[in-house]
């Protein structure tokens, strides 16, 4: 096996995981498969992650089967994020059971435990103001200046 298959391998398997991470969200909202909204999403990123139609339907039927892999980067950690902060507000709905969704998967991400409830809150208040995503990482950054 080459490097670049390894690299390949590694890549791949961090998408999977990030994926499987986004699916376990959508399913967490309470429904038994994505809702059409949380769908087109699903859809959307699974191309971006270059995410086969083989992996997407294993990965539906089984999110559990990869880890939750935090990215190195801070940068990179926020735009995870964002991404799973999309997810939870798919419906455009917030309650407790979303900001504790997302609260979980903060911290898998690796942020810590002592701030992970002011950077969700500031997750989820940008997406009620529908910012994208320059935006919330530059707010997010810059949160506490």
């Known amino acids: 096996m080459s490097i ?3 690299f390949d391998s ?3 398997n961090r ?3 990030h994926f499987s991470a986004i699916v376990r969200v959508a399913i967490e909202n309470g429904h038994a498969t994505p809702q059409p909204e949380e769908k087109l999403f699903l859809d959307k990123l699974a191309k971006q992650l270059e995410i086969s139609d083989e992996e997407y ?3 539906l039927a089984n999110p559990l089967k990869y880890p939750i892999n935090p990215p190195y980067l801070h940068v990179h950690r926020l ?3 964002f991404d799973l902060s999309r997810m939870v507000y798919a419906d455009h709905v917030l309650g407790p059971k979303q900001k504790e969704i997302l609260t979980r998967f903060a911290l898998a991400l690796g942020f810590t435990p002592g701030n992970v409830h002011y ?6 208040s940008l ?3 529908n910012v994208d995503l320059d935006t919330f ?3 997010m950054q810059h949160m506490n200046k």
Do not use: M, Q
């Open 4 to 6: 670049s298959d390894l």
């Open 10 to 12: 590694g890549f791949k």
């Open 15 to 17: 998408n999977k995981g």
């Open 57 to 59: 339907a294993e990965i």
């Open 79 to 81: 735009e995870r994020l």
């Open 119 to 124: 950077i969700v809150d500031k997750a989820l």
């Open 127 to 129: 997406l009620v103001l």
């Open 137 to 139: 990482l530059y707010e």
